[in-house]
């Protein structure tokens, strides 16, 4: 809102928020990449087997290629 009335001449937030936000295109630029943010999952704490689980899961969906497949399909932005 400040960005929108003025008052500050520009934000940080994720790109993908960026791109969702009403009438971005034509009010808004992207000036640059400032980092890559990482996904994350969070859970409660001491959910120690379902870490071990979800952990061993993306330690094969990587091995193999689905996790690099699945973040150009759903992630990416183009």
């Known amino acids: 809102m400040d960005l929108k009335h003025g008052r500050i001449d520009a934000v ?3 790109y993908a ?3 969702t936000q009403k009438d971005f295109a034509k009010n808004y630029k992207i ?3 400032i980092a ?3 996904l994350v999952i969070v859970m409660k704490k001491g959910e120690d087997e379902l870490t ?3 952990n061993k899961a993306l ?6 290629g689905t996790y690099d497949a699945l973040v150009e ?3 990416k932005v183009k």
């Open 36 to 38: 890559p943010a990482e």
């Open 59 to 64: 330690t094969s969906l990587k091995a193999d």
């Open 52 to 54: 071990h689980q979800i």
């Open 17 to 19: 928020y960026a791109l």
């Open 73 to 75: 399909k759903w992630l």
């Open 12 to 14: 940080v937030v994720g």
């Open 31 to 33: 000036a640059g990449n």
